[in-house]
């Protein structure tokens, strides 16, 4: 039924039921079509797709919520079986008394009286924002249904509770006491306003909780909640922001967003709800380079996290945050933690704002004086904070991060370290993250608390099944702030004439030189990781092939697909990752249910390397129906983009700040006459190695930079710097644009790789080797090239850049293209190449050439 405990069985690979009915097609027996039909795909004209099929499967997700199979106990692990046998047992103790001590999920649908299966509301995909009308909901269907929602409802309130009290008792506020006494009121009250939500009003200011909202966002919160609940909505909590944010010097797993998804999807789980966490952060850059154009790159949003205070202070670029997160995409997402500027203002009052204890001052109430005294201090809290005397204490046990668990089914290509890099003093540790994520699940919980309890009164007060849709519904919500921002802002000029106020947002100050950007939901291709949806918006997908069928690709892939093994303890490098038996273990308690565990084979054969191949033939099934899955869900998305444009060219989504400024001359209409040269795409463009393989999305499903060089396999972080190295050998390198609709382009251009050569053009001594129309079908290269980053003025005194668009080319000398070479913040330079608000829209072909006789193989990088 609808609200089922999803997680483990056949789907969990790390255990052998799992492992057999991958090899043998079990888990995945349904054809190509099928599977990609279970990626749910919107078909507003102006949502942006950020579920993939990896997401859907969810691998990682079925072996780590698993209540009736250790993680630690999976077979993958290189130890001996006793051990496996001696893990599994333990937690199965552990289940049963987290379920005796603490409850469990006890939901099931006894209520439908009906023949056949429950009535199901189907329309949900090709409705907008899936907000159908509820009285067209079909009689039978679970929301229409009295008793099941109350079932419902009473189930879901006690989840949260749990869920909650957990994290009370892992940070040591439990209700219940040492001394089996329960808190006072008085102490209860107080807790729970000091690690609870602070609602702002005019008269009442006060921040004393983990996180504050004013009424309007909070409502907001609420009714997405509640709309992902009725309509089994995906949901969505991104972060962008910098190094501290993106988790470095731990493990990707280790990191706030992370620890917060790994808490909390299986909460949404039970509610129907699958979530979807992102951390989208950038060590040393920040959010401006994927917030320029945000919807695309942080895909759909409904908690929108910002943490780049360190490398972002200007007002502009959390400007760019927030405006392109409201605008970017289908949904307006609550924002957490930016900096305002003006948007309350741009609103009307409207938007969802809020902020949290960023820090988890809060939480972290209890001192580690030495090491005797931690034993006890809860396990949460040990290590968190110490006296000013004694912070070797902290940073002696700030990291738990692990490069490698021995497994039997992979051996590592490389040597593997013995922790994570990049542990700057600046960077916390996981003990840290947790604490972050923690507030965050608090903020969720909250709200969850607040929207079942107006889901419950409203239908006891309106007497109605479903809940009214003037609770739930979301489209109306998000137009109204999406065109209030607009209208407001379309109401000011871009340009600002002498001795006039400058009344211009923060953003279009920043970006001055091309100030639609802030007004305009902006699109992206890229290669810089993560990305939401990263087979259809890298610009692999849509480099033009040259005459012999070469593009730049990524040649290398990971050495492993599927799961990543939890990580074991490790004393001898100071690693202790798992939470001590003894602990209160509050993910325990959220995958806990009555549910009986299914009637698997979980034998394995008594030899060796037959285990062996049955891991490794797991994988590689797996791994060739995703493929498959892959490229039919492609052909579907491509067939809803192409109807999505014409809805857009019908109701077009353009703001009026094309009538408020004067086109620059375009060059579309300038250049050498047409026939003058072929554009030809040529053979010594390549991509630089600073990327990563795998599957990049920046969730938990992700399975990235797990290639043969990285010597830190485990380490799963998303935050890759991919680009196509050019040089004057290498000829054009051509992009086709399927969909220009505001005559807006602009090209970030890595000019810091001018001397650091192109492994490619190696030897060459002519552009493309003297072979640009050759047809001889392409194979292979060595992509192998070192990367040292220099300044911008190593380029050559004759240097041109040629542009092409639509066979049209305009050419830069060396000023006129360093003219742009000035970073706009750290590693962002942008070349402004189409602006001209009067352009009709449409596919457009543009493309980049090198030329200089001095230096033929100075180098910059396309991203």
Excluded at 215 to 227: C, D, I, P, T, Y
Excluded at 661 to 668: D, G, R
């Amino acid at each position: 039924h609808a609200h089922d405990a999803a997680f483990g069985g056949i789907y969990n690979l790390g255990h052998p039921a799992g492992a057999k009915a991958a090899a043998s097609g079990q888990i995945l027996d349904m054809d190509d079509d099928t599977l990609a039909d279970l990626v749910p795909i919107s078909h507003n004209a102006h949502a942006v797709q950020s579920i993939s099929v990896e997401n859907v499967l969810n691998l990682q997700g079925h072996y780590v919520h698993d209540e009736h199979r250790s993680p630690y106990s999976s077979p993958l692990y290189d130890r001996p079986q006793a051990e496996l046998d001696a893990e599994q047992e333990q937690f199965v103790a552990k289940m049963a008394k987290i379920r005796e001590e603490w409850g469990a999920w006890n939901f099931t649908d006894a209520f439908w009286k009906g023949k056949g299966p429950r009535p199901t509301v189907t329309e949900f995909t090709h409705t907008p924002y899936r907000d159908v009308p509820s009285e067209t909901f079909p009689p039978g269907s679970w929301q229409t249904d009295k008793e099941y929602q109350e079932h419902f409802i009473g189930e879901a309130r006690a989840l949260v509770d749990r869920v909650r009290e957990g994290i009370y008792a892992e940070y040591g506020k439990p209700t219940k006491k040492a001394d089996g006494t329960d808190l006072s009121d008085e102490e209860r009250k107080a807790r729970d306003e000091l690690w609870g939500v602070d609602l702002l009003t005019e008269g009442n200011a006060e921040k004393k909780g983990i996180a504050q909202l004013n009424e309007v966002s909070w409502n907001g919160l609420l009714r997405k909640l509640l709309h992902a609940i009725l309509t089994h909505d995906d949901f969505y909590v991104v972060l962008g922001g910098h190094s501290s944010a993106a988790g470095h010097g731990n493990n990707f797993r280790q990191t706030k967003a992370m620890q917060f998804h790994h808490l909390m999807e299986p909460v949404f789980d039970k509610l129907g709800v699958r979530l979807i966490t992102r951390n989208s952060a950038q060590g040393g850059v920040g959010t401006t380079h994927s917030a320029f154009a945000g919807g695309v790159i942080y895909g759909e949003k409904d908690i929108f996290l910002w943490d780049s205070s360190m490398t972002e202070r200007d007002a502009g670029a959390s400007d760019t945050f927030q405006k392109q997160g409201i605008i970017g995409g289908e949904r307006v997402p609550v924002i957490f933690d930016c900096p305002r500027q003006d948007i309350e203002v741009e609103t009307d009052g409207k938007v969802w704002l809020g902020t949290t204890d960023m820090n988890a001052d809060k939480l972290d109430h209890i001192e580690t004086t030495d090491e005797k005294q931690a034993e006890i201090v809860p396990w949460a809290l040990r290590w968190s904070k110490c006296p000013a005397d004694r912070k070797d204490l902290c940073q002696a046990h700030k990291y738990n991060s692990v490069c490698w668990t021995d497994r039997k089914d992979v051996t590592p290509p490389s040597k593997q370290t013995d922790f994570v890099g990049g542990r700057a003093g600046w960077h916390p540790g996981d003990i840290a993250h947790k604490r972050m994520a923690r507030v965050w699940c608090l903020l969720v919980l909250n709200a969850l608390d607040a929207a079942l309890d107006l889901w419950k009164a409203k239908i006891g007060e309106e007497g109605g099944f479903p809940l009214a849709d003037e609770h739930w519904h979301v489209g109306e919500a998000y137009q109204d702030i999406q065109n209030t921002l607009r209208k407001n802002m379309d109401a000011k000029p871009l340009t600002v004439k002498e001795g006039e106020e400058d009344m211009r947002a923060a953003c279009e100050k920043k970006w001055d030189q091309y100030p639609r950007v802030c007004r305009i939901p902006m699109k992206a291709y890229g290669e810089w990781q993560p990305r939401a949806h990263p087979d259809s918006n890298s610009l692999r997908s849509i480099i033009k092939a040259a005459p012999n069928g070469y593009k730049p690709i990524i040649e290398e892939s990971n050495v492993y697909d599927g799961v990543d093994i939890a990580f074991l303890d490790n004393p001898e490098k100071g690693a202790f990752p798992r939470i001590p038996d003894d602990a209160v273990d509050v993910h325990m308690i959220a995958i806990a249910t009555h549910k009986p565990a299914a009637d698997l084979d979980h034998s394995l054969p008594n030899d060796e390397n037959e285990r062996r191949r049955l891991a490794e033939s797991s994988r590689l099934v797996m791994g060739k129906k995703l493929q498959r899955a892959r490229q039919v869900f492609k052909a579907k998305l491509n067939k809803v983009e192409r109807d999505r444009r014409k809805i857009a060219q019908r109701r077009s989504l353009r703001s009026l700040s094309s009538l408020n400024i004067t086109a620059t001359t375009s060059a579309l209409h300038r250049g050498l006459d047409e026939g003058d040269e072929k554009i030809i795409p040529g053979q010594g463009w390549m991509m630089a190695s600073n990327y990563h393989t795998g599957f990049c999305d920046g969730s938990y499903m992700s399975t990235c930079a797990r290639d043969p060089g990285n010597n830190c396999l485990a380490i799963g972080h998303n935050d890759g710097r991919g680009c196509f190295n050019g040089d004057p050998m290498a000829g054009w390198i051509v992009f086709t644009l399927p969909d220009v609709q505001e005559g807006i382009i602009v090209v970030r251009i890595e000019c810091w790789h001018a001397n650091q050569g192109n492994a490619k053009t190696k030897g060459w001594t002519s552009i493309n080797d003297g072979k640009t129309e050759d047809t001889t079908p392409y194979f292979t290269y060595d992509s192998n090239s070192t990367r040292s980053r220099s300044l911008a003025d190593n380029v050559p005194d004759d240097f041109l850049f040629d542009i092409a668009i639509n066979g049209k080319i305009k050419t830069l000398n060396k000023d006129e293209f360093m003219a742009n070479a000035g970073e706009l913040v750290k590693n962002f330079a942008l070349w402004p190449i189409l602006d001209d608000p009067s352009f009709g829209g449409g596919e457009v072909e543009i493309g980049f050439r090198l030329r200089s006789q001095k230096d033929p193989h100075t180098t910059i990088g396309v991203s």
